[in-house]
C-alpha cells in the first residue's frame, strides 16, 4: 500500500473536531459546571433583588400617597372653617355686651358708666393746667440773660497841654444805665502827646458805641476824638 492511499484510509485528521469536543467535555466534567451556568444563575438572583426592591419602593410610594391624601383633607376643612369665620358676623359679641350693659343698669340706675371717664379727664386736664402755670412763674422770675459787651475806648487830648487827668474826669462824669467804667491808661502817641485808654462794660440793649462817642465828644474843650480800640461780647 503506498502512502497516499494509507492517508486516504485513515479517519483522523478528518474526525478532529469531533475528538476536540469530546475533549473539552470531559475536562468541564472533571472541573465543575461551566461559566455559562454561573453567569445564568447569578442573573437570576440579581432580577430576583431587584423585584424585591420595586415592591418596596411602590410600598412606600403608597404610603406618601396616603400622607399627601390627609394634608388634603385636612388642609380644605380648615379652608372651609376659615370661609365660614369670615362670612360669620360678630353679632353675638355685641349682642352679649349689650344685654350686660343693661343688666348693670338695671342691677343700679345710679351708676354712671362714662361719669368715671369724664371726672378723670376733667382731672387730667386740671393736673395740666396747674402745670403750665407752675411752669410759666418759675420762667417768669428766673433772670432773663443780659447780654454785655466790654469796650476799650482811645480818647485823644487836642495836645500836649491838655490836662489828662480833667479829662479822664470829665469821661467817668458820664452816666448812664447799663454802663460801668474800668481801669484806664495814658499812652504815649508821639510828640509828648498821650492818649487816655479806658475800659468800659456795657449791656447792649442800653448803651452803644454811639452814644459814648456823642457825650464823650460833648467834652469839646479837652477831647478831640473817641475811637473804639476793642469791642467784645461777654
Not at 365660614?84 to 344685654?99: G, I, N
Not at 443780659?146 to 469821661?171: F, G, N, R
Not at 475800659?199 to 462817642?213: H, Q, S, W, Y
Request: with cysteine; proline share 3%.
Amino acid at each position: 500500500m503506498s502512502g497516499l492511499q494509507c492517508l486516504g484510509e485513515d479517519n483522523i485528521w478528518f474526525e478532529k473536531p469531533r475528538y476536540d469536543e469530546a475533549e473539552r467535555r470531559f475536562y468541564e466534567g472533571a472541573n465543575g459546571p461551566s461559566t455559562h451556568s454561573h453567569h445564568q444563575s447569578s442573573s437570576a438572583s440579581g432580577d430576583q433583588e431587584l423585584v424585591s426592591r420595586m415592591k418596596s419602593l411602590e410600598l412606600e410610594n403608597q404610603g406618601l400617597h396616603k400622607v399627601v391624601e390627609d394634608l388634603r383633607a385636612a388642609l380644605f376643612k380648615l379652608e372651609n372653617r376659615v370661609q365660614v369665620l369670615e362670612r360669620s358676623p360678630a353679632v353675638p359679641c355685641v349682642k352679649a355686651v349689650t344685654v350686660q350693659s343693661v343688666k348693670v343698669e338695671e342691677e343700679d340706675d345710679d351708676i354712671d358708666l362714662f361719669g368715671s371717664d369724664e371726672e378723670e379727664d376733667e382731672e387730667a386736664e386740671r393736673m395740666k393746667e396747674e402745670r403750665i402755670a407752675a411752669y410759666a412763674a418759675k420762667k417768669s422770675k428766673k433772670p432773663a440773660l443780659i447780654a454785655k459787651s466790654s469796650i476799650l475806648l482811645d480818647v485823644k487830648p487836642w495836645d500836649d497841654e491838655t490836662d489828662m487827668s480833667k479829662l479822664e474826669e470829665c469821661v467817668r462824669s458820664v452816666v448812664a444805665d447799663g454802663l460801668l467804667w474800668g481801669q484806664s491808661k495814658l499812652v504815649p502817641v508821639g510828640y509828648g502827646i498821650k492818649k487816655l485808654q479806658i475800659g468800659c462794660v456795657v449791656e447792649d440793649d442800653k448803651v452803644g458805641t454811639d452814644l459814648l462817642e456823642e457825650e464823650l465828644t460833648k467834652f469839646e474843650d479837652y477831647v478831640q476824638s473817641v475811637d473804639v480800640a476793642a469791642f467784645n461780647k461777654i
